[in-house]
Structures are given as structure tokens and as C-alpha cells.
């Protein structure tokens, strides 16, 4: 059962009365304008780099430390509010979560930048790549309030390319050298149509977080630590319809297929035209690894783990 539906205006200097044409010094204005379109260095970055960007950095700072963005996106661009609800959705997935501190303080300045700043003309996106340990790839995304060139908020999230758009990849067939049909890949925050061959439901599927726990009082991993994926499902036909966990499969870095946590299984629920319900389910990973590989059909959430909850 499938179905994944899925001019650059530049100033004119006049110049009044009669002036020499050689060994002229470049004006005031000119040197200004060289020093604030300053190209930096094009770096290569690790996460543990993209980390020390912290709210409340002067924008010369993030350039200092990160260089030259991949991409510098306005406010006017589709892309940088959307990248801003994603981050907000997350927030709201967590809201019923054991949450410290730092947790709260995110979750109050992402709501006020949601509910503030998507209004903001000047608020910008620099949008940097960044390197794990395991040799994969991961977007830092960045948002700056121009007004005070100060960051606003930050965010380590999976590969994006220049576009914004997520890469498709292709996989190889087992024992073959051919590439299978092209999988769709999404990026956490990204939204699916998933369709029921078997009686034509649909549901609109949002995968939120995928992130490493290390169980708590009650439940701890006979492995090396809980896989936790929380997404949400949306019955968006016109009929009840039961939606259930085991339509995912879940691998971990070898390619080997993990079940859910038996002692804390999530089990289907039967949802309402238009009912929204979020599943949290646990995966028991037996060895400490970087990535993960979750798959609808074929549809694939690929990436590596950039959070650890702390319950």
C-alpha cells in the first residue's frame, strides 16, 4: 500500500565640477559600500561549529565564525517562513514532553518569533552545511533580524541543497548493480500524502523529530539508546480510518530493521475526517550510531541525529 503525493541596482556616482581622471582616490562612499558587501571565506563547517552560534550574536559574528553561507535567503521568500513553522511545529509536537530549562526558553522565543517576525521585512536566513562525524551532511539554518542584526534563532536540521529542496536519492536494488526507482526523500517538518491502496484512505503525515534517548526510570533500552520518532497524522479522506505505526519500517546504520520497543509499543488508532493525533514511537537501537533511515513506502526520512532527549 502506497501513494507518497506528493537588477541588482548598482549606485551611480556623480561627480560635479572638473576633476583629475588619473591617480584618483576611491571616494568615501565607495569604500563604505566595498566593506559592507564583504564576500567572507567560504569555510568548512562541523556541527560542533554551527552549535556555538548562540541567540543574541551580532550577524558579523555568525559571518566571523561561519563564513560565507551556502545561501542568504529575504524575508520574502516562501522558504524562510516555512522553515520557521517547521520549527515551530516541532515545539508544539514536544509540548506534552518533559522539557528543561533551555527547552522552555526555545519554545517561548520560537513562539514570539513566529508570532513577531514572520511579519518582519528585514528578517533574513543564512543557510550554512555542516559535516557530522559520520562523514554525512546537515543543514544549519540561521534567522537574523536585520534591524538589529542580531540572531534570532537557530536550528541544525537535515541536508538541504542551494534551493532549499530536499535531494533525491537512489538506491540500489539488494544483489544488483542497478539503481532502484527514485525514493522520495523529506526532511523533518515536511508534510506527505500517504494513500491506502487497499480502501483509498489518505492521511497527511508529518514527521517531526527524530531523536536518541537514553530511556528513563521506567523504561531503559536493552541497547544502546531509544530511536524516538514523533510525527503526526491527519485523516484527510471523508470517512473514519485507522492509521497504524507498523505502515513505517525503521533501519539503523548497518541497514538492519528495527522493531518497536515491545515494552512501550504505540499501538494504531481509528481517526475522525479531519482528526490529527501524534504518535511518539520508540525503536531499541543495540549499538551507539549517528544515523537513522525511516521509511514509508517510498518515502524515506534519511539523516542524522542532532538531539538527545532528556527523559
Known amino acids: 500500500m502506497k501513494k507518497i503525493t506528493w537588477v541588482l541596482i548598482l549606485p551611480l556616482l556623480l561627480v560635479m565640477g572638473a576633476c583629475k581622471t588619473t591617480d584618483s582616490k576611491p571616494s568615501a562612499t565607495n569604500a563604505s559600500t566595498t566593506s559592507e558587501s564583504k ?11 554551527a552549535e556555538k552560534i548562540e541567540i543574541g550574536d551580532a550577524k558579523e559574528t555568525v559571518y566571523e565564525a561561519l563564513g560565507q553561507p551556502l545561501k542568504e535567503w529575504r524575508s520574502d521568500s516562501d522558504f524562510v517562513q516555512q522553515m520557521l513553522d517547521n520549527e515551530k511545529r516541532k515545539v508544539d509536537m514536544k509540548s506534552t514532553l518533559k522539557k528543561s530549562a533551555e527547552e522552555l526558553d526555545k519554545e517561548k522565543n520560537i513562539s514570539t518569533i513566529a508570532e513577531e517576525n514572520l511579519t518582519n521585512e528585514n528578517l533574513i536566513l543564512l543557510q550554512y552545511t555542516v559535516n557530522t562525524e559520520m562523514n554525512t551532511q546537515l543543514s ?52 506527505v500524502i500517504y494513500t491506502d491502496e487497499l480502501d483509498g484512505t489518505t492521511f497527511d503525515i508529518t514527521v517531526e523529530d527524530i531523536s536518541k534517548s537514553r530511556g528513563n526510570s521506567y523504561y531503559k533500552p536493552e541497547g544502546a539508546f531509544f530511536s524516538v520518532v514523533s510525527y503526526t497524522v491527519v485523516n484527510s479522506g471523508d470517512v473514519s480510518a485507522s492509521f497504524s505505526p507498523l505502515n513505517f519500517s525503521f533501519y539503523d546504520e548497518t541497514g538492519a530493521e528495527i522493531k518497536q520497543y515491545e515494552k512501550r509499543p504505540t499501538r494504531a488508532q481509528t481517526l475522525a475526517p479531519g482528526e490529527l493525533y501524534g504518535f511518539s514511537v520508540y525503536y531499541d537501537i543495540p549499538t551507539e550510531e549517528e544515523n537513522y533511515d525511516f521509511r514509508l513506502d517510498d518515502a524515506i526520512w534519511k539523516g542524522s541525529y542532532v538531539s538527545e532527549l532528556s527523559y
Open 39 to 49: 564576500i567572507h571565506e567560504v569555510k568548512e563547517l562541523t556541527v560542533a561549529d
Open 140 to 191: 544549519s539554518l540561521v534567522w537574523i533580524d536585520s534591524k538589529t542584526d542580531k540572531v534570532s534563532l537557530t536550528t541544525i536540521r537535515s541536508f538541504l541543497n542551494e534551493d532549499g529542496t530536499t535531494p533525491v536519492v537512489q538506491l540500489k536494488e539488494t544483489g544488483s548493480d542497478k539503481p532502484s526507482k527514485g525514493i522520495n526523500t523529506f526532511n523533518l517538518g515536511d508534510t
